[in-house]
C-alpha cells in the first residue's frame, strides 16, 4: 500500500477553536502502489483536505495515515512525493525553464540531469513554445501545465494531483491525462482529485467518490459502471434483411434485444479530431 489512511477525521475550527466544519469524518482510504486512484466529489467533499493531510501540511483531529509507509511528515517520503495543489503559487518572474531547474536544485538534483527532465517535462505538458515566457502571463491552462511539470521534477514515486484539468481546454485535458497514465506505465502511483467526472473514468484504475467527509462508493472504474444484467454484442454494421435475420435468430435463442444503436466516440475524441484537422488544413 502506499498510501493507507484509517478512520481519517478532520474538524476545521475558527479562530476562538470553535468546532467549524467537519470536513473528514471518518475516512478510509487505501491506495496500492503503481494504480490511479480517483477521489472524486462536489465542492467541498474534503478532496483538498485528504490531500493535505496525506502531505502532512495539516494535522488530523483523529485517524492515522501511512503515506509510502511512513508518517505523513517524515522527510525521506516527502521527497518521493510530487504535488500538484489545486491552485500553485510559482515565481511570476521565472519562466517555464528556470522554474524547474529551480525546483529540481531544491531536490539537489545535478545540473545536467535537471537541464534534461525539464526539456522532457516541458515537452510532455505541451509548454514548448512559451517555456522562456515568465509565468506571470500564463494563462490559467498554461500555468496547470507547469505546476504539473514542477511536480514531476524530482521523478516521484507517488503523485498527488489536485484537480490537475482545472482551466485547461480539451487537448490541454488529453495532454494531462496522456502524462498522468504515461506515469502509471512507468510504475508510479497516482492520486487523483477531482469534481471533473469524465475525465476521471477513463484513466482511474479504482475511484472513492465522497460526500461529505465520507466515502459514498469505491470500488474499480471497471466494476462500479458495467450493468452486469446486460451484454452488449458488438458487430460490423449491417442493413435491412440480414439485420432482421440476425436479430430474429437471437429472439429465437431465447435473447431478449432491449436494443440496438451505433457505438459513439466521445465528444472528447471528436474535439481532439476538430483540431487535428484544422492544423493539417
Ligand atoms: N482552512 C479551512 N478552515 C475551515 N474550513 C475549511 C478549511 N478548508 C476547507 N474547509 C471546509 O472543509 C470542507 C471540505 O473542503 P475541501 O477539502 O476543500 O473540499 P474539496 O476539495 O472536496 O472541494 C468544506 O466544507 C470547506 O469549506
Ligand atoms: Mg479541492
Known amino acids: ?64 495515515i501511512r503515506v509510502l509507509g511512513r508518517p505523513p511528515r517524515d522527510v525521506e517520503a516527502k521527497a518521493r512525493i510530487g504535488y500538484l495543489p489545486e491552485e500553485s503559487y510559482l515565481y511570476r518572474f521565472l519562466n517555464a525553464d528556470e522554474t524547474l531547474d529551480f525546483y529540481g536544485a531544491l531536490y539537489g538534483i545535478p545540473r545536467r540531469e535537471r537541464k534534461r527532465r525539464a526539456d522532457l517535462l516541458i515537452e510532455q505538458v505541451g509548454l514548448a513554445r512559451a517555456r522562456k515566457r515568465r509565468i506571470k502571463e500564463y494563462s490559467k491552462g498554461m500555468a496547470r501545465r507547469i505546476g504539473l511539470a514542477q511536480a514531476l521534477i524530482a521523478d516521484p514515486d507517488l503523485v498527488i494531483l489536485d484537480e490537475p484539468t482545472s482551466g485547461l481546454d480539451p487537448i490541454g485535458t488529453r495532454e494531462v491525462k496522456d502524462v498522468i497514465l504515461a506515469l502509471k506505465e512507468r510504475g508510479k502511483t497516482v492520486l487523483l482529485c477531482s469534481h471533473l467526472l469524465s475525465e476521471v473514468e477513463r484513466i482511474c484504475d479504482r475511484i472513492a467518490i465522497l460526500r461529505s467527509g465520507r466515502v459514498a462508493v469505491s470500488g474499480e472504474v471497471k466494476d462500479l459502471l458495467a450493468v452486469k444484467e446486460e451484454l452488449r454484442i458488438t458487430v460490423r454494421a449491417t442493413d435491412g434483411p440480414a439485420r432482421e435475420r440476425a436479430l430474429s435468430a437471437l429472439a429465437r435463442e431465447g435473447c431478449e434485444v432491449l436494443s440496438t444503436d451505433h457505438p459513439r466516440v466521445t465528444l472528447e475524441d471528436l474535439f481532439l479530431a476538430a483540431m487535428r484537422r484544422e492544423n493539417k488544413e
Open 1 to 64: 500500500m502506499v498510501i493507507e489512511a484509517k478512520k481519517l477525521t478532520k474538524r476545521y475550527r475558527d479562530f476562538w477553536g470553535r468546532e467549524k466544519v467537519l470536513a473528514l469524518d471518518a475516512l478510509d482510504l487505501s491506495v496500492r502502489r503503481g494504480e490511479i486512484f480517483g477521489l472524486l466529489g462536489p465542492n467541498g467533499a474534503g478532496k483538498t483536505t485528504t490531500t493535505k493531510l496525506l502531505l502532512g501540511l495539516i494535522f488530523p483531529t483523529a485517524g492515522e
